[in-house]
């Protein structure tokens, strides 16, 4: 409504569609059914026998990363019966599939290399993430620098003593 109380021209032109879907609905509505007909149907349901069953959950834990997943024993099998069985949780089952794909050596190969890194992770990575992400960059700047670039140092020391030291003569 419009702050002087009148409705405004849109409203007004909405007014006989809703009249129309509101009086449709209207026909289709039903009385609330007293509590002895819901109390006689819940005891009907109780009769029947139960066609959805129950699985039993299972905590597995990923052989990869460490991390633990809720999961039916069925779908544990299954992903055991993919992965050699090893239980590997869905993040980790991304990774090998990619990794698998990228290099095509196959599933077991993928997930070789892939619990190799998350060892690695889990050893180092978790303790002191500073030093591990400067380790991973230091890799990339290796693969950068190509195999023929000459070892560059990494001491400041040194590089400040080939900017003062004067030339050979």
Same mark, same amino acid.
């Given at each position: 409504m419009?702050?002087?109380? /009148?409705?405004?021209? +849109? &409203? +007004?032109?909405? +007014?006989?569609?809703?009249?129309?879907?509101?009086?449709?609905?209207?026909? +289709?509505?039903?009385?609330?059914?007293?509590?002895?007909?819901l109390h006689s149907h819940t005891a009907e349901m109780e009769l029947l026998p139960s066609t959805g069953s129950i699985q039993e959950v299972e905590d597995a834990k990923c052989e990869c990363c460490g991390m633990s997943e /809720?999961?039916?024993?069925?779908?544990?099998? @299954?992903?055991?019966? @993919?992965?050699?069985?090893?239980? &590997?949780?869905?993040?980790?089952a991304e990774a090998v599939a990619e990794e698998a794909w990228k290099s095509g050596h196959g599933i077991e190969a993928a997930l070789m290399a892939h619990m190799s890194v998350c060892r690695?992770?889990?050893g180092f990575g978790r303790t002191h993430p500073a030093l591990f992400q400067a380790d991973a960059v230091k890799g990339i700047l290796r693969k950068l620098s190509g195999p023929g670039s000459p070892p560059k140092s990494n001491s400041r020391r040194e590089a400040m003593a080939e900017k003062v030291a004067p030339p050979a003569a």
């Open positions: 419009a702050p002087n109380g /009148e409705a405004t021209a +849109a &409203v +007004a032109s909405m +007014a006989p569609l809703l009249t129309t879907i509101i009086g449709n609905l209207g026909s +289709a509505w039903q009385r609330t059914p007293s509590w002895q007909e /809720e999961c039916t024993l069925a779908y544990i099998s @299954k992903v055991r019966q @993919k992965f050699s069985g090893r239980w &590997v949780c869905g993040l980790c690695r992770f889990n």
